[in-house]
T-cell receptor
Framework: AQKVTQAQTEISVVEKEDVTLDCVYE???????LFWYKQPPSGELVFLIRRNSFDEQNEISGRYSWNFQKSTSSFNFTITASQVVDSAVYFC???????????FGEGTQLTVNP | ETGVTQTPRHLVMGMTNKKSLKCEQH?????MYWYKQSAKKPLELMFV???????ENNSVPSRFSPECPNSSHLFLHLHTLQPEDSALYLCASTQFLQGTGSYNEQFFGPGTRLTVL
């Protein structure tokens, strides 16, 4: 069975601080995909990144970066120089390579205060 | 319209009412999903349609009935709901790659906030 754990229920930071959102996953599959989604107050989940289990290279996109460590089954997400607009719930998710189903973590509510 | 749209955005209904939620995707995808998001719970997958056929039915009560008339539209028909069915219902779409049997990332609509009185 697959499982995604986001141990941080809520995080509150002050603008311009760096913040890391943790994600730990469990799967018996040897190949799988990992995802991060952002859910602002409007409700829509916004796709941020997809990572294949074969590709452990870290990725940076502007102020966002992702650290994938297969050895610890973690896929952490860091926001550098956070902004108020980053306030949202962030979900980590896992999907086996050939499956249609996404397994979501419980989400981390990030609040960035001015 | 672009992306994935859902109507209505908000719905209040009594337990004896019948209503339908509508989802439309403008991305040319061939797979669509219904999720339920309740307060303080992870997203729960309800149904998956791929190439207009239902491929997953995640033990959802029969008072929820999905319909996928074509690859761009997905409905969720509701009848005799319970107050605990109050939640945000999210629709998503993606591309199923027939050559590899795999799915791309999902794109979500804004959701329908449902309140059952």
């Amino acid at each position: 069975a697959q499982k995604v754990t986001q141990a941080q229920t809520e995080i509150s930071v002050v603008e311009k601080e760096d913040v890391t959102l943790d994600c730990v996953y469990e799967t018996r599959d040897t190949t799988y995909y990992l995802f991060w989604y952002k859910q602002p107050p409007s409700g829509e989940l916004v796709f941020l990144i997809r990572r294949n289990s074969f590709d452990e290279q870290n990725e940076i996109s502007g102020r966002y970066s992702w650290n994938f460590q297969k050895s610890t089954s973690s896929f952490n997400f860091t926001i550098t120089a956070s902004q108020v607009v980053d306030s949202a719930v962030y979900f980590c998710a896992l999907r086996e390579t050939s499956g249609s189903r996404l397994t979501f973590g419980e989400g981390t509510q990030l609040t960035v205060n001015p | 319209e672009t992306g994935v749209t859902q109507t209505p955005r908000h719905l209040v209904m009594g337990m004896t009412n019948k209503k339908s939620l509508k989802c439309e995707q403008h991305l040319g995808h061939n797979a669509m999903y219904w999720y339920k998001q309740s307060a303080k719970k992870p997203l729960e997958l309800m149904f998956v349609y791929s190439l207009e056929e239902r491929v997953e039915n995640n033990s959802v009560p029969s008072r929820f009935s999905p319909e996928c008339p074509n690859s761009s539209h997905l409905f969720l028909h509701l009848h005799t709901l319970q107050p605990e069915d109050s939640a945000l219902y999210l629709c998503a779409s993606t591309q199923f790659l027939q050559g590899t049997g795999s799915y791309n990332e999902q794109f979500f609509g804004p959701g329908t906030r449902l309140t059952v009185l």
